[in-house]
Every structure is written in structure tokens, then in C-alpha cells.
């Protein structure tokens, strides 16, 4: 490892290549020869409580790494579903669309990397593994996971290359000793690209009334179609997406913010505060102030 500002020395990446396995030399030489172009934004072994991943999103430069200790989920990235529990890594590189499939609340340990590249054309030098791992050789993957999160605790300067090459070994090991999931869905073309929009469009604008015929319309397709073309790719319906995501957004809420019920309904889109407190509690099994309470 060089120097706090120095580059590590060229011929790192091919040592370390060779040690990962024949063949590899050229395959890792690019990465490590970008450490310095990695930002470890955040890496952190928590718990928590509540939906995975949340409702669709994505973004434009992170790389999203989870590994799950405990709790299961359903999520989909881009075209996937994914079926993720313990000893699974959840590997959402920058721009792909991922969402929890469902806004159930469930109790998670994980840990979890986030990081970014900090100059144009080195993305490429991040493997191609995911979006779901495997990972049977936990004694080797959680102790790597783990030592990026001690170097990230112990140096957070932007200059830290000892949380770099910890994030290297760990991204050698997981191409190394995943195997990737099928995809449980296919979806192709301009289909794909219209129900990916209308999902965002409902992440955006859930707060509004709206209707099936308005955002089928949006996609250009009849509402029939749209909604059995949006419930194929996105594997849920168009109005339970909206549901999910005003839910998601007033839970947030009441558990972030000193805002009255009333106003966290508007906010998220429910016509009265008296039907938001009732379509709450059928669906939570209790109250908007009690749920607030318990998240205090």
C-alpha cells in the first residue's frame, strides 16, 4: 500500500490477480491501479427495521453493496426479482432501478458499503458481479465485509487508501466466490425503458391524485394493457406502487418529524386525515400516533 496521496505500486494489481487465480493478473490490475479514484462513502454493520431497499430509485454514481446477517426480503433490481436472506449480498451498481417489491416492515442485520468513483471512464473497473450473491464461504466474505468497516472507522479521510484496498479484496472475493442468480424476469426494449419511467414518475409524483389512465397515458399504452404490462415487469400493480409509496413516505415521517397526522397526510397524498388514520391501522394493525410512539 503506498503512501497517504501516492499511488500503490503498479504491479500490485498483477500480484494480486495472480493470487486470486490464474488469469486474473488483467482483470485486477485496472481496479487497484484506480484505487485512487474510490470513495468509500459509508461502510456500517447496524440493524434496522423496515423495508429493504424502499420504494424505486437509483443513482447516479454510488455502488451499493448489503450483506444480509439476518431477515429476508423481496426486491427488484432493473428486471430481477430477487429473493434475498441470510449469508446473500445485494451488489446495485450506479443508475440501475432498485426497490423493495413489498413495504413490509422487517427486522434487519446488515452490513452494508457504500462507494462511489470520483472521475469519468473507471466504472468499468469495478467487476461485473451482481446483482444477487451467494455466498456459502462466509468465513472468508463477512471478515473481508468487516475489515473494510474498521478501516473506514478508524481513518475517514478522503486520502484513506487503507479502506481502499480493503474494498479491492473485498470485490476480488466476491467475483471470486459468488455465483450470480438468474434473472427471474425478462424485459426488453422500449417496454422495459416506458415501465421504468412510469415508476419513477409514481416515485415523484405519489403525493398527487393519481390514475391509472393518467399514467398510462404517460406510457403510452391503453390502461388494461399498462397495468398487466407494469405488473409482468415491476412485479407489483401500478396503485399498490402508489400505496407503497405514500406508506412508506408517511411512516418516515411520523417517525423523523414532529408534524401532526393531519399534516403527514396531505403531505403524502391521503385525502383526509380521518381516512389516512383508518387505511393506516388496517394496514400497520395500529395507529399513525401509536406506530410513532413505538418508533421513539
Known amino acids: 500500500m503506498g503512501k497517504a496521496g501516492m499511488d500503490p505500486s503498479p504491479g500490485l494489481g498483477q500480484r494480486i490477480g495472480n493470487l486470486m487465480g490464474a488469469g486474473n493478473g488483467e482483470r485486477w490490475a485496472s481496479l487497484v491501479s484506480n484505487l485512487r479514484h474510490l470513495d468509500v462513502l459509508s461502510a456500517k454493520h447496524f440493524s434496522y427495521r423496515g423495508p429493504l431497499l424502499g420504494p424505486p430509485h437509483s443513482h447516479p454514481h454510488t455502488f451499493h453493496i448489503s450483506y444480509v446477517i439476518s431477515g429476508r426480503a423481496t426486491v427488484r433490481v432493473e428486471n430481477s426479482v430477487l429473493q434475498i436472506g ?67 472507522l478508524v481513518d475517514l479521510r478522503d486520502d484513506n487508501w487503507l479502506v481502499r484496498v480493503r ?108 381516512y389516512f388514520t383508518r387505511f393506516f391501522t388496517r394496514r400497520e394493525h395500529r395507529a399513525p400516533r401509536e406506530y410513532r410512539a413505538d418508533h421513539r
Open 86 to 152: 441470510p449469508s446473500d449480498v445485494l451488489f446495485v451498481r450506479p443508475r440501475q432501478l432498485h426497490a423493495s417489491a413489498d413495504d413490509r416492515e422487517t427486522t434487519f442485520e446488515l452490513i452494508e458499503i457504500k462507494f462511489a468513483i470520483n472521475s469519468p471512464g473507471v466504472e468499468q473497473s469495478v467487476p461485473e458481479i451482481g446483482p444477487d450473491i451467494r455466498t456459502p464461504n462466509t468465513s472468508a466474505v463477512v471478515p473481508a465485509l468487516e475489515r473494510v468497516v474498521m478501516a473506514r
Open 167 to 274: 474494498l479491492a479484496e473485498t470485490l476480488m472475493l466476491l467475483a471470486k466466490e459468488a455465483s450470480l442468480s438468474p434473472v427471474a424476469e425478462s424485459s426488453v426494449g422500449g417496454t422495459t425503458v416506458r415501465m421504468h419511467q412510469a415508476a419513477e414518475y409514481i416515485a415523484v409524483h405519489y403525493a398527487e391524485p393519481l390514475t391509472i389512465e393518467q399514467i398510462a397515458d404517460l406510457a403510452g399504452m391503453s390502461p388494461n394493457h399498462f397495468v398487466t404490462t407494469f405488473g409482468r415487469s415491476m412485479g407489483i400493480s401500478p396503485m399498490e406502487m402508489v400505496i407503497q409509496m405514500r406508506m412508506y413516505h408517511a411512516k418516515e415521517m411520523l417517525r423523523t418529524s414532529d408534524l401532526a397526522v393531519s399534516q403527514i397526510a396531505e403531505a403524502c397524498g391521503f385525502h383526509s386525515p380521518q
